[in-house]
């Protein structure tokens, strides 16, 4: 990515933005943008949702293997599977993921042709466990117009970046990635393309003209919340 791009992107500069955005490109001449956009910001989320389950799925484990002085374990506690629990997770707001909807097991199917069936499968499964987020995944992935070659190198890439770890979410990570793809496909879509994007050029100045450093902001279109960030 040359100097000028790098100047334009809206991401935050981490590195990994351009080489995402050529891996979901590949897919320009199957769909337009708008259809792969859904594509790939629902993969995103969920690696996101996945990463922040696989954490705290280790973090029981280790208490649960080695109970300490800080967490100790009753004995009624001990008759049912805490990682298992759902209560575990929700609890830390994390949503709970099901085995085969985890990023682990798609990423070990990343290559077979059904692919975008497992992924279907998985936002389905997702749901399911999880009320709050009922009709709003997608699930649209086995789709013939949709070169499942092409998924399965787009989630081996996703694979590779941490999204909803503790620190990636410290960095904001998810919130940069997301901007950053709206950005790419506003510009990809052309006109009425960004009318769900605002630069980050423009919400600089606009936080800047707020100064909201006392009060109560009130953002009902906030996104990705990049401008609360």
């Not at 708008?34 to 029981?60: M, N, P």
């Not at 004995?75 to 629990?85: G, L, M, P, S, W």
Request: glycine share 10%; proline share 3%.
């Amino acid at each position: 990515m040359n100097k000028k791009s790098k100047k334009n992107s809206n991401g935050g500069n981490l590195g990994f933005e351009e080489k995402l955005w050529q891996a979901a490109d590949k897919m320009r001449g199957h769909m337009d943008p708008a259809e792969y956009k859904h594509v790939v910001l629902g993969l995103i989320f969920l690696k996101y949702i996945s990463d922040a389950f696989e954490e705290r799925y280790i973090q029981l484990k280790l208490l649960t293997a080695e109970p300490s002085s800080d967490y100790y374990i009753s004995e009624e506690q001990a008759r049912y599977n805490v990682i298992d629990d759902r209560d575990e997770y929700l609890s830390e707001n994390i949503f709970y993921i099901p085995k085969e909807a985890r990023w682990c097991y798609l990423q070990a199917n990343a290559k077979q042709p059904t692919i975008g069936k497992f992924v279907d499968d998985a936002m389905v499964a997702i749901e399911k466990e999880n009320p709050k987020l009922k009709g709003v995944l997608s699930k649209d992935y086995a789709r013939l117009t949709l070169d499942k070659h092409t998924l399965g190198e787009l989630i081996d890439l996703i694979g590779t970046i941490g999204l909803g770890d503790a620190e990636s979410r410290s960095k904001d990570i998810l919130g940069r990635v997301y901007e950053y793809f709206l950005g790419r496909f506003a510009s990809a879509e052309g006109k009425g393309g960004g009318e769900f994007y605002t630069p980050q050029s423009v919400v600089k100045i606009l936080v800047e003209m707020i100064e909201p450093y006392k009060g109560r902001v009130y953002d009902p279109c906030c996104g990705s919340g990049g401008m609360f960030v």
